[in-house]
Each structure stands twice: as C-alpha cells, then as structure tokens.
C-alpha cells in the first residue's frame, strides 16, 4: 500500500542548533515530495517540494529538504532553528494512481524549539 | 490577493442542527479538497473536486455532503449534526493541468466546529 511515514511524533531541538525532522515514504513509480508547516488554529503552508533534479531543494524560512531515492526518504532540514519555528510539520507525496494524482500525508511531527 | 477563505473560523452547534462550512478561492484552481483533522492530528481527505459538477467521496467515510456549483465556491454540509463531527475542516485548492502532479495545495485557516 502507498504511504508516507514521519516516525516522530514529536523533535525537540534547542534554538541556534541544526534540525532534521524525518520523513520515508513507500509509493510506486517517481512520486513529487512536499513538507508543509501547520501553527496553531491556521490551514498548511507550503515549505518547498522535491519534482526533479537536484537532490536538496531550498525552501521557505531557510528550510531545505534533501530527497534520496534509495533510502526512499525526503528529511526536512535547517542549520539553525529558531524558536519561531515550533510547528506541525507534514510530509506528502503526490503520485500518479488511476490516471489521477493523489496526495498521501503523513502523520505529522510536531517540532518544539527551546530557547 | 488571490487566496483561499473559510467560514465561519469557529462553530459551536447543538445535535441535529445543519450546518454549511464555506470555501471559497480568488486563484481560479480547478480542483478543490475538504480534509478533516483533529487538533494537531493527521489530515484525512473526506471530499475533492476536478471542476464544476465534478464532486467525489475521499478516503475517508463522511457523512457531510459537498456541491461544486462555480469554480470558485465549494462548501460542505452537514444535515444533521453529531458530537461525532466535532473537528477540524480545512479546505484546500490546486491548479489542474500540466504538471498537476507537482502542484502545491493551498489550504485555508480552517473551520473548527463543536457540536454540543
């Protein structure tokens, strides 16, 4: 079955450290990859995506995100969290099913910045 | 400013009421989605749209209805409410086309409904 996994339900880091909050997924064919940040009582924002080409792809807010086929994993990264980046953090892929494409999400990692 | 706009933001209803969740987007995308998430929950696509007339069931079993009269404006009702539909309703729009595969969902704020 398709599906996208985030095995963390929850990353804690602290503020000026380096982030990396995981995501695999399992989808047949060349799935498109996303990461969308959710704060509190608002809808998903587009992060950035993965379609083609360059492994690490360069996203909102100094995210980036860095897709590798073999592992089947698009890990969302930053150099430096900030605590303003405390979050809900959602992988998806978009694939290619009965000649439609259809977004799978995963279970989402809440992200908690310490000052 | 092209955007895409949810009312009301927060509903509290009693049991049997109807209720309408409006959606509406200025971005002229085709196709449209209602997902339903509890509180900082995983998203679970319970209607979509391709287009005007176009309306089909997601992935997950809802009792809500949707219709898709203009492009624009897609909103979801329920008939008769329950407690069982307290949640969170996000409403969410993308262009169709070439490259539709690639193409980001926007979401709106959200409706938050209770029902007592």
């Known amino acids: 079955a398709q599906s996208v996994a985030q095995p963390e339900d929850q990353v804690n880091v602290a503020e000026g450290n380096p982030l990396t909050v995981k995501c695999t997924y399992s989808v047949s064919g060349n799935p498109y990859l996303f990461w969308y940040v959710q704060y509190p009582n608002r809808g998903l924002q587009f992060l950035l995506k993965y379609i083609t080409g360059d492994n690490l792809v360069k996203g909102s807010y100094g995210f980036e995100a860095e897709f590798n086929k073999s592992q089947t994993s698009f890990h969302l990264k930053k150099p430096s969290a900030l605590v303003s980046d405390s979050a809900l953090y959602f992988c998806?892929?978009?694939?290619?099913?009965?000649?439609?494409?259809?977004?799978?999400f995963g279970t989402g990692t809440r992200l908690k910045v310490l000052a | 400013e092209a955007d895409i706009y949810q009312t009301p933001r927060y509903l509290v209803i009693g049991t049997g009421k109807k209720i309408t969740l409006e959606c509406s987007q200025t971005m002229g995308h085709d196709k449209m989605y209602w997902y339903q998430q509890d509180p900082g929950m995983e998203l679970h696509l319970i209607h979509y749209?391709?287009?005007?007339?176009?309306?089909e069931k997601g992935d997950l079993s809802s009792e809500s209805t949707v219709s898709r009269i203009r492009t624009e404006h897609f909103p979801l009702t329920l008939e008769s409410a329950r407690p069982s539909h307290t949640s969170q309703y996000l409403c969410?729009?993308?262009?169709?086309?070439?490259?539709?595969?690639?193409?980001?969902?926007?979401f709106g704020a959200g409706s938050r409904l209770t029902v007592l």
């Open positions: 998806a892929v978009s694939h290619l099913t009965s000649g439609t494409y259809k977004y799978i």
């Open positions: 969410a729009s993308s262009a169709l086309g070439q490259g539709a595969g690639a193409n980001v969902l926007t």
């Open positions: 749209s391709y287009g005007v007339n176009s309306t």
